[in-house]
């Protein structure tokens, strides 16, 4: 009876070591992914908008067509 008892302890202790591994791999990987969206961020607010067009003065706010 009492090997039993020792090899639930030994299993129960050495599930808690896989858990606290997991979780730190898990927090090193939520890391890694939180800096690569800042990047993502930084690199998409980095891109240049679509040009505005001219609101006032002779170019770009008058075009003559003909059909």
Do not use: C, R, Y
Request: no cysteine; glycine share 4%.
């Amino acid at each position: 009876m009492d090997s039993a008892v020792n090899n639930m302890v030994s299993a129960s202790m050495a599930m808690q070591q896989v858990q606290v591994v997991q979780q730190a791999q898990f927090n090193v990987f939520k890391e890694a992914l939180d800096g690569q969206a800042a990047h993502i961020t930084a690199l998409m607010d980095s891109v240049a908008q679509a040009p505005q067009l001219a609101t006032s003065g002779s170019v770009g706010t008058q075009i003559n067509t003909t059909a």
